[in-house]
T-cell receptor
Framework: AQSVAQPEDQVNVAEGNPLTVKCTYS??????LFWYVQYPNRGLQFLLK??????LVKGSYGFEAEFNKSQTSFHLKKPSALVSDSALYFC????????????????FGKGTKLSVKP | KAGVTQTPRYLIKTRGQQVTLSCSPI?????VSWYQQTPGQGLQFLFE???????NKGNFPGRFSGRQFSNSRSEMNVSTLELGDSALYLC?????????????FGQGTRLTVV
């Protein structure tokens, strides 16, 4: 069965410093991986995805993620954190079940709260 | 391009009542999925509709149901509400799966059961 783990409940970073939010996954077959961000009382915003190709994926708002197949990891990174990056971050993997054009389901990690202090 | 629209944004219901939530996907998106978000259980998949047919279902009791209309709009219904159904319900829409598409989420409906 597909699963995702986010080992840190919270990550604290000073503004201007690099940030990393960790994610490891377990899948059967090819992994389809995603990062989403959630601000308070809001839905999820798509940041980036790995489907195939380059291991370094660039996404929205200066975020990038590094896919590592041998370590089954997909860590989210940003070279210089902003206070406005403070939010809840979710890693997700596509579920196995897809029929025709359907999407299947997303399996989410429990989320990591990122706090960026000035 | 308009995003995913969920209505209502907030809802307060009493135990035992039923509730219907609505989701309008992004124009052209035919797949609609529903998720429940709670502090204890996190984000959990409820079901997915594609071309008016339920394609996938999560591990939720039969009190949770949904449907999709020919214009891809979707509704989910929860009958006989329980206190534990209090949650943020999120709808996501996407293009047909091609291996390169992602889901876009609405802002959610915050359901409080009292």
């Amino acid at each position: 069965a597909q699963s995702v783990a986010q080992p840190e409940d919270q990550v604290n970073v000073a503004e201007g410093n690099p940030l990393t939010v960790k994610c490891t996954y377990s899948v059967s077959g090819n992994p389809y991986l995603f990062w989403y961000v959630q601000y308070p009382n809001r839905g999820l915003q798509f940041l980036l995805k790995y489907i195939t190709g380059d291991n370094l994926v660039k996404g929205s708002y200066g975020f990038e993620a590094e896919f590592n197949k041998s370590q089954t990891s997909f860590h989210l990174k940003k070279p210089s954190a902003l206070v406005s990056d403070s939010a809840l971050y979710f890693c997700a993997v596509r579920g196995e079940t897809r029929y025709g054009g359907s999407q299947g389901n997303l399996i989410f990690g429990k989320g990591t709260k990122l706090s960026v202090k000035p | 391009k308009a995003g995913v629209t969920q209505t209502p944004r907030y809802l307060i219901k009493t135990r035992g009542q039923q509730v219907t939530l609505s989701c309008s996907p992004i124009s052209g998106h035919r797949s609609v999925s529903w998720y429940q978000q709670t502090p204890g259980q996190g984000l959990q998949f409820l079901f997915e509709y594609f071309s008016e047919t339920q394609r996938n279902k999560g591990n939720f009791p039969g009190r949770f149901s949904g449907r999709q209309f020919s214009n891809s709009r979707s509704e989910m219904n929860v009958s006989t509400l329980e206190l534990g159904d209090s949650a943020l319900y999120l709808c996501a829409s996407s293009l047909p799966w091609t291996g390169r598409t992602e889901a876009f989420f609405g802002q959610g409906t915050r359901l409080t059961v009292v």
